[in-house]
């Protein structure tokens, strides 16, 4: 069964790589453009994790991942902070709004995927 992957993020080159990398690695990717279709998606998918972008348009990601973890439909579903916000103040704020994990791009494409798999308890194929 393969797992269920939220990516939230307003870079097109950035969905593409993703995308593409993910689903290399047996992995359904759902895509949101902007904090609100990512709360939205979030909702109505339930995914197995979320890919947050931080810096989207209409809800940032700190906001967004703070309104995922508030409500009890999607309190339980891991949330990565993918971000160019690389100070250790960033990383803290990331914890503090609930992330289970914290990205800082640009990213190696396998290190995305290293983390969705160990945040999951899914083995390399």
């Known amino acids: 069964m393969s797992h269920t992957i939220l990516l939230v993020e307003d870079n097109e080159d ?3 790589v ?3 990398i993910l689903e290399h690695s047996g992995f359904r990717v759902l895509e949101a453009r902007d904090g609100r279709e990512g ?3 979030a909702r109505e998918a ?3 994790l979320v890919l947050m972008d931080i810096s989207i348009p209409h809800v940032n990601g700190w906001d967004a991942t703070r309104i995922l973890k508030a409500d009890p439909v999607t309190a339980g579903v891991p949330v ?3 971000t160019a916000h690389a100070f250790d103040a960033d990383r803290a704020r990331a914890l503090e709004v609930g992330c ?5 791009k640009p990213i190696e494409p396998r290190q995305v995927v290293a983390e969705v798999r160990r945040l999951l308890g899914v083995e390399p194929e």
């Not at 289970?100 to 800082?104: H, K, Q, R, S, T």
């Open 14 to 16: 950035n969905v593409t």
């Open 18 to 20: 993703y995308r593409t």
């Open 39 to 41: 709360i939205r998606t």
């Open 46 to 48: 339930l995914p197995d």
């Open 80 to 82: 990565v902070a993918l």
């Open 100 to 104: 289970a994990g914290y990205l800082v």
